[in-house]
């Protein structure tokens, strides 16, 4: 597992509260941003991008994550979400299938207004991932 060292979780909660500004969440009004760490320690952030037919809205932590993979940083060991709640949010099933095949050993920080934060392994919140026929070993 991979050890934060406080100034980086520092920056990766401060990436993921930024990137909540950006979040165009105009049809449910819950803004949430979020950011990857990557291997080599690259912040990637995202947002979730809704849209009028819905179903074709993306969360916050699927687009950090795809845009990390973008930039060819593909092992991530950490994962932000912020929400502007009193609870913390912790990443949707979707999410965590999609985060499970690039983080296997992810920990995931749920950073919000009220509580302190939340923190939970990927492997804890989604212990039995779907395993296609041709899965790449994802870290049982
Ligand atoms: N959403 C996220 O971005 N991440 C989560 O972990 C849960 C839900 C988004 C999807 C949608 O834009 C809005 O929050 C309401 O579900």
Sequence with gaps: MHRLQP?????LEAAARQACACAYAPYSQFPVGAAVLTEEGRIVPGCNVENASLGLSCCAERTALFSAVSQGLGKIVALAIYTPTA?????CG?????LREFAADCLVISVCDGEDPLEKFLKTLLPAPFRGQNSPELGA
Excluded: D
């Design 7 to 11: 100034h980086q979780r520092q920056a």
């Design 87 to 91: 609870g913390p949010t912790l990443p």
């Design 94 to 98: 979707a999410c965590l299938q999609v």
